[in-house]
């Protein structure tokens, strides 16, 4: 079989990208946490959510997108929900998850947010749920950090700074 490659060479830059190795409340504060850059044993608490490990890769020049991943932990006794994620660097930020269908790899977008569940947590890793920056408008660098706002059902509005490492980072930078 003979495949034409200048046809899926766009699919797999978005596929290497992402691929390699979640507004209601019950009478409470949205009191905002001031932005903190994310370090090797870093832990942002919001509520009775636990945040870390924060991190993005590197773009190259003009890439229409990117992604953020985090773990976030919850140790309260009643289920939490990422609502939404914006970021100043993309026009359209959503929160995604990667999945296998058959033969194909799909990634869809959770437009009811993700839960945390109570006593539990979840994380946001390369190849799984993510968040995606569609429109970039800038280039993501390394060494730098991504200001991310994410909006919880229960805990809240939080500002996390996503620290940039490689094109094929894994991990939080540093770790």
């Not at 609502?83 to 929160?95: D, E, N």
């Amino acid at each position: 079989m003979r495949v034409q490659m200048n046809h899926i060479l766009p699919s797999l830059a978005l596929l290497a990208l992402l691929a390699t190795p979640v507004l209601a409340h019950d009478g409470h504060s949205h009191a905002s946490v001031e932005p903190a850059a994310m370090t090797e044993t870093a832990v942002l608490t919001v509520g009775d959510l636990e945040i870390s490990g924060a991190f993005s890769r590197a773009t190259l020049p003009n890439a229409p997108v990117g992604a953020g991943y985090l773990s976030i932990a919850n140790t309260g006794t009643a289920d939490d929900r990422l609502l939404s994620a914006t970021s100043p660097v993309a026009g359209v930020t959503q929160i995604h998850e990667m999945k296998m269908e058959g033969d194909v790899m799909k990634m869809t977008e959770l437009p009811d947010g993700l839960v945390i569940p109570a006593g539990g947590s979840v994380t946001l890793a390369p190849g799984g749920l993510h968040i995606m920056f569609m429109q970039l408008t800038q280039q993501l660098v390394e060494g730098t950090s991504v200001p991310v706002t994410l909006v919880f059902e229960r805990a809240g509005t939080v500002e996390v700074q996503l620290a940039v490492g490689a094109p094929n980072a894994a991990e939080m930078v540093g770790h």
